[in-house]
């Protein structure tokens, strides 16, 4: 039945690549093969956690609220998906997710005794959550919850995935699921503390895949080596997550310690399903696990445990950017602080010397013991100038001076309330006796 449906849904994508007159044969195919599988991962989304589930354990105003935000998102999703470019990543997300929740079910990528619950718009738009995935293995029961990326040479959507990941650890927390419940809904409610991981693929490697799934290849998907490098992304992710989370514990944070009792027995199990499964050409597995695997190293590596501050600026400037929203405060912000995080860390790499400076560290030294000069402050005249400039640059259509111009204007209102102050001072001074 899987076969007969899957070559249903072949002929119509190539019906329908034929009337579009592609050009191109490899093209063709590959269009093909992506308007089949998005079509049969939009008719598998029959297995969704529904809020209506949870009418006698939330409260009516809440999830009247959630679902106003939902379908508040789903506007704005739509009408990114009418960009070419945007359409695509959608679609490839949309095929790798339902393919690898089929397979973790059928074929075990993930191991025995594993289920999958696809979650709420409301978790995966908020909570950034597509699946949750169940282990149940050695008498007890794990949750970890997934979020899909698949990708084709960007980074920034993964690593900005990656950023609150790490937020959220600086919190001391973990992923949550607002609308959660087991497979058999004998457990409802709202679940925290779940690890979160980022499966990402490059396009070809969606293609491929798509291509035995569409055409109900299941022996070939079994054996797949697309399952390690998504395992090996796990395990990958886990652990630095984990590493990150002895930094911070290192570091005095009171909450990490339960974080890094929950990754380390997560990382462990999947370590155990790492070891249970044949290896299978590993120059492949290596070279797909490196699309998310520098952004995780860079990105939990335990040095940014010093620069936590620093890290939410980051995030929210990322945001900001992605709405093409101006920065210029933010930026100015995180600037400031990373200077004095480096003031501070040359202060203390020069306490802690005890030899004789080098000729190099006598160099710094004698830079930074000339007396800094004393900050230019605009005039009033050079305010108005650079105002000038900027509303120039605004009626030509430039949104981003926007930000910089709010600046200006209130130090504008800063100067003359100066100005009025010393105007009542000088007055006061002239009579006294008044």
């Known amino acids: 039945m899987e076969r007969v449906r899957a070559d249903q849904h072949f002929r119509v994508a190539q019906e329908v690549a034929i009337q579009k007159g592609k050009e191109g044969k490899e093209l063709e195919s590959d269009q093909v093969v992506l308007e089949a599988a998005y079509k049969k991962a939009l008719q598998t989304e029959t297995d969704v956690i529904d809020p209506k589930d949870f009418e006698d354990i939330v409260d009516p105003n809440i999830m009247r609220a959630h679902a106003q935000e939902v379908a508040y998102l789903r506007g704005i999703f739509d009408r990114q998906k009418e960009h070419p470019e945007t359409a695509e990543v959608h679609m490839l997300g949309k095929i790798l997710e339902a393919i690898v929740?089929?397979?973790?079910?059928?074929?075990?990528?993930?191991?025995?005794?594993?289920?999958?619950?696809?979650?709420?718009?409301?978790?995966?738009?908020?909570?950034?959550?597509?699946?949750?995935?169940?282990?149940?293995?050695?008498?007890?029961?794990?949750?970890?919850?997934?979020?899909?990326?698949?990708?084709?040479?960007?980074?920034?959507?993964?690593?900005?995935?990656?950023?609150?990941?790490?937020?959220?650890?600086?919190?001391?927390?973990?992923?949550?699921?607002?609308?959660?419940?087991?497979?058999?809904?004998?457990?409802?409610?709202?679940?925290?503390?779940?690890?979160?991981?980022?499966?990402?693929?490059?396009?070809?490697?969606?293609?491929?895949?798509?291509?035995?799934w569409v055409r109900g290849e299941q022996k070939a998907l079994a054996e797949h080596p697309i399952k390690q490098i998504l395992v090996r992304e796990i395990i990958d992710q886990l652990a630095g997550q984990l590493e990150y989370a002895h930094a911070l514990e290192q570091r005095g944070n009171t909450k990490a310690s339960k974080l890094v009792d929950v990754l380390a027995s997560q990382l462990e199990a999947m370590k155990r399903i790492d070891s249970s499964q044949q290896k299978s050409e590993t120059q492949f597995v290596d070279r797909?696990?490196?699309?998310?695997?520098?952004?995780?190293?860079?990105?939990?590596?335990?040095?940014?445990?010093?620069?936590?501050?620093?890290?939410?600026?980051?995030?929210?400037?990322?945001?900001?950017?992605?709405?093409?929203?101006?920065?210029f405060d933010l930026e100015k912000k995180l600037n400031l602080l990373k200077s004095?995080?480096?003031?501070?860390?040359?202060?203390?790499?020069?306490?802690?010397?005890?030899?004789?400076?080098?000729?190099?560290?006598?160099?710094?030294?004698?830079?930074?013991?000339?007396?800094?000069?004393?900050?230019?402050?605009?005039?009033?005249?050079?305010?108005?100038?650079?105002?000038?400039?900027?509303?120039?640059?605004?009626?030509?259509?430039?949104?981003s001076v926007l930000e910089e111009m709010r600046f200006l204007e209130r130090e504008f209102q800063r100067l003359n309330v100066l100005n009025r102050a010393i105007d009542v001072a000088t007055k006061n001074k002239q009579n006294p006796a008044a």
């Open 340 to 399: 004095q995080r480096q003031n501070k860390q040359t202060s203390e790499r020069s306490s802690e010397k005890s030899t004789p400076p080098t000729k190099a560290e006598k160099a710094i030294v004698e830079t930074q013991a000339v007396p800094e000069k004393k900050a230019h402050v605009p005039t009033r005249k050079e305010l108005s100038e650079r105002y000038q400039k900027l509303m120039q640059k605004r009626r030509s259509g430039d949104k």
């Open 101 to 212: 929740i089929e397979q973790i079910e059928l074929n075990e990528w993930l191991g025995a005794n594993v289920n999958t619950q696809q979650t709420c718009e409301f978790d995966d738009y908020c909570n950034g959550i597509d699946f949750v995935t169940e282990f149940n293995q050695d008498g007890a029961t794990r949750h970890v919850g997934f979020a899909i990326d698949a990708t084709h040479g960007k980074q920034q959507a993964i690593q900005l995935k990656l950023e609150k990941i790490r937020s959220q650890l600086n919190r001391g927390e973990l992923g949550e699921v607002f609308y959660f419940q087991t497979i058999d809904k004998s457990t409802q409610g709202r679940k925290r503390f779940i690890p979160k991981i980022v499966l990402a693929l490059e396009k070809q490697h969606v293609i491929d895949i798509a291509r035995l």
């Open 288 to 327: 797909g696990a490196e699309t998310i695997g520098y952004s995780v190293k860079k990105i939990f590596a335990p040095e940014n445990a010093d620069r936590i501050e620093e890290q939410e600026l980051e995030l929210q400037i990322a945001k900001k950017r992605k709405k093409r929203l101006p920065t």
